[in-house]
């Protein structure tokens, strides 16, 4: 606790008013334990069920340049939101955190608690893991399994990954910054507009377990660390939910937890700083405190509302910080109130202590603390509009690329549309082929039996240059050849000869040679003719094109339409039945069977006849030898001549075949089959399945985004209230063909399918396809008519008293959610609230309903209706209504009674704390004034006894008390500031030190108590100076200040009555003497809370040994003249008389020395010792009516009913009383006279 003396001077910190920001701030979330998971997550999904900029949708939370998120656990097991599914969810997988958000990783434990000398090999773990080996061993930790409600477990898995953390948090930071710089054109898209000088980091989790409530302070003194390494001005901020709605986890346990945590939270944001470092070689500064707001969350409100499910705890909380990421004015106006807010924050709740230690001694505790809630009243119009808007972009898509429904199927080509298109594109164009030779010889034919079907796209490879062909060439060359040998004048001996080379010349020409395989003969060029005509079909101007205009085409068209067409062709050359490519690969090989059978078998039978009819044989006398060599020659000619055509005929089937063939694999083959069972295709058909994938994909994209939708409209939480939407009944239902047509209108600037296709592989092009349909479907919407909020319709739907329900039910849900003592001085007045009603057409809605909704207040808040403020929201059918309570202090929370009492139960078996030394951690709590009393005065028995040489402070920063040869720990200052001292160990230190106290007789002693006591006060309690907010300067006198002031003034008085001429001089002697009689009390700077004194505050100084030996002191002072002792009078009273006096009774020698406190017209003075109560009564300033108490006593009595003083009322001479009777140590206050 922290004891103050004024509120003139308040504390620097946080609190500097900002200029306003009325830009989004780009935010790091940071989702710490299981509580930090479930709000993010719900973050998350509303980002992405959000319409931004209008007509925009985020597909996936990296497409939000806003935001950055790290998901802090030791528990890898949850990973979505409570009460979904992950198969029925359709966002589960897009709002869990990715691998790349998420610090989740095994804790070894034995690398630091395998013993205690593994433990102290971590220096900078050992120095506050509480955690003993034996004490991890006896709980039986399993950290795979979370922290375990451990807090301490979650600080070291902090440590243990600090060098992951710390470069995540750098990275996110960065991201943000690069973000910021690179996504001007997306977050235009979206409707945003940000401050680029902030970063806030937004952290939230629970007090409750043990992840987020033993990490939550690192966390936040790393991040403000990061942003002041980056020089950002940026913020840090904690959403911190309280124990109330974990009761099913251990109840006592997690009370325990949240205890402990505020304690914590308490002592950093007073501006100690609980971290020195997370490794030593880091360079980072880290700040005293380590939040800028901390917002404390509960499940239930200062309305006296309450939820029995967490769950709406995290819906609300999510919403909240939802809200901030828009640009309307509502979210404006939040931001901008919120930082006037500020100036609630930097006070602080004062508590005046017992006016025994001053009439402005106070105890302190910081107003840093905020609280929210939020409730919406929703016709959920929006989203219902999106649906409709989502649907018609569905139809759009399917309309435009043609694609049919399951139930409509009608447009499919039919097989003579397949017949017309292999004619028209490919020159597939069936004959009958009867050019059969007639054989002279005797020949067995196989295949060329008959008449046959063949194709003109054979015929066009015999085609070269002009209208000429290889056939042509053919039959041009045997004439010529057969004509300069039947004119050339060759003997005809020799025509056999000479036609056998003509023969080897036709086939050369023909068929090329073995001598020259590179030889342009017809087979060559045949093979030519086909690469060169695949080319040309399959150019993108030729074959794609035309398939292209199929897809595209209004009447009989479109992607399934294509994709059939395709499939058919395929089937109809490649079909083994009725193929096309079966077929001429048969032509084919009649072809050859005919050439081969002319070669061997009839041109063989007429090579014969030709050597008869020339040579000298019989028939050559017999017969007209001319005639017959000539007939015979020409019939050598045509044999030779069909045999050769026959062979090209075959070769250009073959090649026909083959580019069919290579067309088929071009246009693509089956390669597998995908998840759904449909063919996955290569080739021109990949091409367009891509396309129809992407289209698919796209229509899949649409769906999951009306799930999305549908799933919203149909979430329910407490801080949800929907009204019932006014149904338009002119919506009507659009036909096809219009719905054709938007979709052609938004595309008409693109060109068609094929350039579509290529948009739709990348992210880019599906985004501006989709916003060119959006934007058409839009404009397309109904429009509402001038004035009519949806949200006024379904208001004016309702009864007046159906009107106040809504209302009350809003605002009762939307006050602040934390448990707060309202009416117990706590300062917590309307000011400190902050109400917002975003709605659109806010002027209106005030006028309409102002009045109502501020009757509907709920009681006993402290909020007036003149908190109301209405602002405008931009969206129609929703109202918003947020609550902000500013500044409120810890001991207003109404649970910390019970939280203590499971503190105290729960510290016994386990500890709590986050760091071993607990007692520097104040406590969150306002005790009671006799509390306060025990308090105080225990910490000045223990000023007392440290500057007495009674404690001593050892190596550990613990102070000892010596009984009998043995030293006893007592505790550190913190420790004794906060529970106080044991009550055996403070019968200890008063028997001690009123041993020592005794030995003090001489004023220069008293003086040097006076000197030594003011060193205390201005040196190591030195005050800090302050200024208010108007400039003026003031010491920030804190507790340990004043105990020690009145520690000195005790001395002071006593030392002026024993030395009134001297005391002054004897007092500035003693200072100038200060550092030869006492000595510094090595460490104890660090027993001070940082923000309660001055940086340059010196240490503690104690007594030597030898200041209590007889004339050592006095040899330190310079020889002096001695005084007269004199008791200090009551205002109004003349001093006493001096020793010696006539009249004056003496005690009794044996009678106990008790200490007295007087009651005069309510006032009270002393304590008196009985020998200046002699005196008094001497003079007649005390009587036998006077009122006195000292410890003991029930109740004040008069002087004479008090036994032990009866002697001082009788007769009798009186003696002097004994000089220099010392004053009680820790004095008990007396009773209030009745």
Known sequence: MEFQMNENAQPSGPAALNMVSEKIHPTLFIALGGTGMKVNIRLRRRILNAIWGGNNQVQQIADFPLVQFINFDLDAGEVTQDGKSIKTDVLAEQVAFTSEEKIIEPLNLSKYTHSMDELNRHREVAEWFPLTPDKIRALGIDPSKGAGQIRALSRLYFYDKYPVIRDKLRDKVGRLLANIGGNADKLKKLGLEIDPGKIRIVISGSAAG?????????????????????????????????????????????????????????????????????????????????????????????????????????????????????????????????????????????????????????????????????????????????????????????????????????????????????????????????????????????????????????????????????????????????????????????????????????????????????????????????????????????????????????????????????????????????????ALEKNAARFKELAEKLESSELAREFERLKETTGGGLMARLSGKDKQAETVLTQVKDTLRDSLLFYVRHVAAREAAQLLRELSDWLGRKESVDQSGRAVWNGFVGRLQDGRNAVDQLLRRIETDISKIDASIKEKHATLIPLALVQNSEEQPVDGAQVREWAKDAFKDFGGSKTLFGKLQDEEGQEELLSKLRAKAVQQLPRQTQGTDPLLSALAALTPDEQREKFRQLLQRAMPWTPLNLTGGFGIGKDRYTCLVGVQDANEFKRAYGAMLGQ????????????????????????????????????????????????????????????????????????????????????????????????????????????????????????????????????????????????????????????????????????????????????????????????????????????????????????????????????????????????????????????????????LFQPAASTTPATAPMPGMAPPPPPGAAGMVPPPVAAPQYSYHLSVAGTNYGPYTTSQLQQYVQTGQVTRDSLLWREGMAAWLGAGQIAELAHLFAPTPAAAPPVGTPPPVAPMAPPPVN
């Not at 082929?433 to 796209?457: M, N």
């Not at 039947?486 to 023969?503: F, M, N, Y």
């Not at 929201?873 to 009492?901: D, M, Q, R």
């Not at 009998?964 to 720990?969: A, I, L, R, T």
């Open 210 to 582: 043990g992840t987020g409530s033993g990490s939550f302070l690192d966390m936040g003194y790393l991040a403000k660390a990061i942003l002041k390494e980056h020089n950002i001005a940026g913020k840090v901020d904690l959403f911190f939910v309280l124990p109330g709605g974990f009761h099913a986890y251990n109840t006592e346990r997690v009370q325990a937890n949240g205890y402990a945590a505020l304690m914590e939270l308490e002592t950093s944001m007073r501006g100690n700083r609980l971290v020195k470092h997370w490794d030593a070689t880091d360079n980072l500064f880290i700040d005293n405190r380590p939040y800028d707001d901390v917002y404390i969350i509960d499940n239930s409100n200062v309305a006296q509302a309450k939820t029995s499910d967490q769950e709406d705890v995290y819906e609300m909380l999510s919403d909240v910080l939802f809200t901030d990421f828009t640009s309307q004015d509502f979210a404006n106006k939040k931001r901008s109130i919120a930082v006037n807010q500020n100036q609630h924050k930097i006070r602080s709740y004062t508590v005046r202590l017992p006016q025994d230690y001053g009439d402005d001694t106070e105890l302190r505790f910081p107003c840093s603390y905020s609280s929210l809630g939020q409730a919406v009243l929703d016709t959920q119009i929006d989203a219902r509009q999106n649906v409709r808007l989502s649907r018609q972009v569905q139809q759009m898509l399917k309309a435009f690329f043609g694609i049919a429904n399951a139930s409509a199927n009608d447009n499919r080509p039919t097989d003579r549309e397949r017949d017309d298109f292999l004619r028209e594109q490919l020159n597939v164009t069936p004959r009958t082929f009867t050019e059969l030779p007639d054989f002279l010889s005797k020949v067995e034919l196989t295949l060329a039996t008959g008449e046959f079907t063949h194709y003109q796209i054979a015929d066009d490879l015999l085609l070269v240059e002009g209208d000429n062909s290889i056939t042509a060439q053919i039959e041009q060359k045997v004439e010529a050849l057969f004509e300069r040998l039947h004119s050339g004048g060759a003997d005809k001996d020799q025509w056999l000869t000479h036609v056998r080379e003509i023969q080897q010349q036709l086939e050369r020409d023909t068929k090329g040679s073995n001598i020259d395989s590179a030889e342009r003969n017809h087979e060559v060029r045949i093979k030519e003719n086909r690469q060169r005509r695949l080319a040309e079909l399959v150019r993108e101007d030729a074959l794609p094109e035309k398939l292209f205009r199929r897809l595209d085409d209004d009447e009989r068209g479109g992607l399934d339409y294509t994709l059939a067409l395709v499939e058919m062709l395929k089937d109809r050359l490649e079909n083994e039945g009725s193929g096309i490519i079966p």
């Open 856 to 1115: 509907c207040l709920p009681q006993g808040t402290g909020m007036t209706a003149g908190q109301i403020q209405f602002v405008e929201s931009g969206t129609p059918g929703k109202l918003i209504c947020f609550t902000e309570l500013s500044g409120f202090p810890l001991p207003a929370l109404t649970p910390l009674p019970t939280y203590l009492a499971s503190y105290r139960k729960e510290s016994t078996t386990i500890p709590l704390h986050s760091h071993k030394r607990i007692s520097q951690f104040v406590q969150p709590i306002q005790f009671t004034q006799e509390q306060y009393r025990q308090f105080a005065e225990d910490f000045k028995l223990y000023l007392h006894a440290v500057v007495m040489g009674v404690l001593r402070r050892n190596p550990s920063e613990r102070y000892e008390l010596m009984i009998d040869q043995d030293y006893f720990s007592v505790g550190d200052e913190f420790a004794i500031r906060q529970n106080g001292l044991n009550q055996l160990q403070r019968k200890d230190i008063e028997d001690q030190l009123r041993q020592r106290y005794e030995q003090l007789r001489s004023p220069q002693q008293l003086a040097a108590m006076v000197a030594l006591l003011e060193d205390l006060r201005r040196g190591a309690y030195k005050p800090q100076m302050r200024q208010d907010e108007i400039g003026v300067s003031s010491l920030y006198q804190t507790f340990p200040y004043k105990i020690a002031e009145l520690l000195k003034n005790e001395y002071d008085n006593r030392l002026k009555r024993q030395a009134p001429d001297n005391a002054e001089r004897l007092v500035e002697q003693a200072r100038a003497l200060l550092q030869q009689f006492t000595e510094p009390v090595s460490g104890s700077r660090a027993d001070v809370y940082r923000d309660e004194v001055h940086d340059e505050h010196s240490e503690k100084r104690t007594l030597l040994k030898d200041f209590f030996t007889s004339g050592w002191l006095d040899s």
